[in-house]
């Protein structure tokens, strides 16, 4: 959905939450909106492609879990919230050995022409 107006920013980023430890970072990266897909935010390019890509795959392997769970009973168990706090943790400073390879894939693929060169490593 193309938020073109005050109000629906307004309503995204309130949808986005207040991360109250760190009020400057939302409390959710990742926004579904029906109909029109989801919004990713991060604190750098490299953290959004990383969020969108995942956040695909996850919502796949969650959606074969809760189907599961009609056929063979019982429920999803859920991260709880020092696993969900360690895997955000993590992935803070993980993201950056997916995304070398993904650069590298895209500059292999010619679809796209990185005219400013790739950074150094560290950059």
């Given amino acids: 959905m193309l938020v073109n107006n005050p109000r629906l ?5 309130a949808t986005l939450g207040t991360n109250t430890t760190h009020p400057s ?7 579904l909106q029906r109909g029109h897909g989801f919004i990713t935010v991060g604190k750098s390019v490299e953290h959004v492609v990383d969020f969108a890509c995942y ?3 996850n919502a796949r392997v969650q959606t074969k879990a809760l189907l ?8 999803v168990q859920y991260l709880s919230e020092r696993e969900r ?3 955000r943790n993590m992935n803070a400073w993980i993201v950056f050995k997916p995304w070398r390879q993904w650069v590298w894939e895209v500059e292999r693929s010619g679809g796209y022409v990185n005219e400013l060169g790739t950074p150094p490593l560290g950059a």
């Fill in 55 to 57: 956040t695909t795959s």
């Fill in 25 to 31: 970072f939302p409390l959710h990266t990742v926004v």
């Fill in 9 to 13: 920013g307004a309503a995204l980023a």
């Fill in 68 to 75: 599961l769970t009609g056929v063979v009973g019982g429920g």
């Fill in 85 to 87: 706090r360690d895997t």
